[in-house]
């Protein structure tokens, strides 16, 4: 293998390595693991789009919006599939199925309320900087299942 592509495998491989801490900071519910992987400094480029939600731009309104998620689930936990990295430059593109199970409070005592799954998909860009790769965007789309209804008008 030629030097250029034992850096680019190495770029590859350290961009798959921040996008797996933002989601372990995420699962975690830690802010500031997750704040440390979101681009310093970049208070009005960076942006986020959660499904359903409009779009958040600035670290300030991004980092809040995790904030308050964090705040109002009990668990979440995130399996990653159909994991793609493209890069040029200092910029790298990952595109995933996010395969999320989540629970929120129960209705009553300790115990974990309903969980819940759900798939979304989401594009994360990165951003080298000399403290490694940081989020610049993440955006989250919910993927629409077909229900037993639509699948029996289609075949009729």
């Given at each position: 293998?030629?030097?250029?592509?034992a850096?680019a495998a190495?770029d590859?491989?350290e961009?798959?390595a921040?996008?797996?801490?933002?989601?372990e900071?995420?699962?975690?519910?830690d802010l500031?693991a997750l704040?440390?992987?979101?681009?310093?400094?970049?208070e009005?480029?960076v942006?986020?789009?959660h499904?359903?939600w409009?779009?958040l731009t600035?670290?300030?309104d991004?980092l809040r919006s995790?904030?308050?998620i964090m705040?109002?689930t009990?668990?979440?936990q995130?399996?990653?599939t159909?994991?793609n990295v493209?890069?040029?430059?200092?910029?790298?593109?990952v595109t995933?199925t996010?395969n999320i199970?989540?629970?929120?409070?129960?209705?009553?005592?300790?115990a974990?309320?309903?969980?819940?799954?759900?798939?979304?998909?989401?594009?994360?860009v990165?951003r080298?900087?000399a403290?490694?790769?940081?989020?610049?965007s993440h955006?989250?789309?919910p993927?629409?299942?077909?229900s037993?209804?639509d699948?029996e008008e289609?075949s009729?």
């Amino acid at each position: 293998m030629n030097e250029e592509h034992a850096r680019a495998a190495a770029d590859i491989a350290e961009v798959e390595a921040a996008n797996a801490a933002f989601y372990e900071a995420l699962e975690r519910g830690d802010l500031d693991a997750l704040s440390a992987c979101w681009l310093p400094g970049e208070e009005l480029t960076v942006s986020c789009v959660h499904p359903g939600w409009p779009v958040l731009t600035g670290r300030h309104d991004v980092l809040r919006s995790y904030a308050l998620i964090m705040a109002n689930t009990d668990y979440i936990q995130f399996f990653l599939t159909d994991v793609n990295v493209a890069m040029t430059g200092a910029t790298a593109l990952v595109t995933c199925t996010e395969n999320i199970l989540s629970g929120g409070p129960a209705e009553e005592g300790d115990a974990l309320g309903p969980l819940v799954g759900r798939l979304v998909v989401a594009t994360n860009v990165f951003r080298r900087t000399a403290d490694g790769w940081k989020l610049w965007s993440h955006h989250g789309s919910p993927v629409l299942a077909d229900s037993d209804e639509d699948d029996e008008e289609t075949s009729s």
